[in-house]
């Protein structure tokens, strides 16, 4: 059962189209209530945004990546770009607004690596379809387009059908705020990535325990996207493939299995799904040759380890840091 067809002699492996934030992370042992002031024991700065995230973890690991969003011209934008650059991140598509600020959250993270966060989209809020289609050159040349709800609905949808339009596999992962989503995004989605908040969002039913994830799985494909990927913190994810069984017109044929992780020594979970979504862009580009499972596998493998050091994208691990049997 083949899923995916990997475009080859692509000048980009990974197209991402999303957000770009500036991440200013607090380490707490308690969250303050309301109108009570508590010590923090740590702050720092990072870059953030889910699509930011996603795209540089993909470079790290060694993939040929494009981002489309815009910054705000200040100072935290200008250093969003330079960040990119330290990657290798091609920034042709980054550009910069007067409208709006970069975006910026504020991340409050627990002393059991649980962040809560305020999010200011600022910039990323200002990313129109025009944008993306002013991108079109680049997105024709990615074997993988990704894209999330950290921009307009609108132009996550428009960026998800110039993939498809190009014939390249189109990855949505509908975080942070996933209520609803209309068809035509589910039409375009070849993967959804998600959580078992997200999907008991998206479903309106409770997703707590592993056969309520399943079902979710089926609600979606349901909706026509034929891969499902949902992350179950701890327990790992579980991946469910829904396709036609030969000629169209016959009966889905379905796959689902379940990917464990290693305990881990949780410090901060910033950030980890969007590692996720990175390698799995990564391993689906670079190494079209493995199965589904063994890329999941791999990925999960990767994310999990960022859990276990304190930042956003400064807890992404490099190529040259990762066990070299994850690259062969």
């Not at 002031?37 to 870059?47: I, S, Y």
């Amino acid at each position: 059962m083949e899923l995916f067809k990997v475009k080859k002699d692509c000048l980009y492996d990974v197209v991402v189209v999303g957000a770009c934030f500036c991440d200013l992370q607090t380490y707490v042992q308690e969250y303050p209530k309301p109108g009570e002031t508590v010590l923090g024991r740590k702050f720092q700065m990072d870059f953030g945004g889910k699509g930011a995230n996603t795209c540089v973890m993909a470079a790290k690991l060694g993939a040929k990546t494009s981002m489309v969003s815009l910054v705000g011209d200040d100072v935290f934008g200008r250093e969003t770009v330079e960040n990119f650059h330290k990657f290798g991140v091609n920034t042709e598509c980054v550009g910069v607004t007067t409208e709006a600020a970069t975006g910026m959250t504020n991340c409050i993270v627990d002393k059991d690596g649980e962040p809560s966060y305020i999010s200011i989209p600022g910039a990323s809020k200002c990313v129109t379809t025009a944008h993306v289609n002013n991108a079109k050159h680049v997105i024709q040349q990615g074997k993988v387009l990704i894209t999330n709800n950290g921009i307009p609905l609108p132009t996550a949808i428009e960026g998800l059908k110039l993939g498809k339009h190009f014939g390249a596999i189109t990855i949505c992962n509908p975080s942070p705020n996933a209520l609803e989503l209309p068809n035509e995004l589910y039409a375009n989605t070849d993967i959804l990535m998600l959580n078992m908040d997200e999907a008991s969002a998206l479903t309106k039913a409770k997703v707590a325990a592993r056969s309520e994830a399943e079902d979710a799985c089926i609600w979606f494909h349901d909706k026509g996207v034929p891969c499902v990927v949902m992350t179950m913190r701890e327990s790992g994810a579980i991946v469910s493939v829904n396709v036609l069984d030969g000629d169209q017109g016959k009966c889905p044929e379905r796959t689902l299995f379940h990917v464990p992780t290693r305990k881990a020594h949780v410090v901060d979970t910033t950030g980890a799904g969007d590692a996720l979504a990175g390698a799995f862009s990564f391993f689906l580009s670079c190494y079209p040759h493995l199965s589904l499972k063994e890329i999941m596998r791999r990925s999960v493998a990767i994310a999990t380890q960022t859990v276990e050091t304190e930042g956003v994208q400064k807890s992404y691990p490099s190529r040259e840091s990762l066990p070299p049997e994850l690259f062969d």
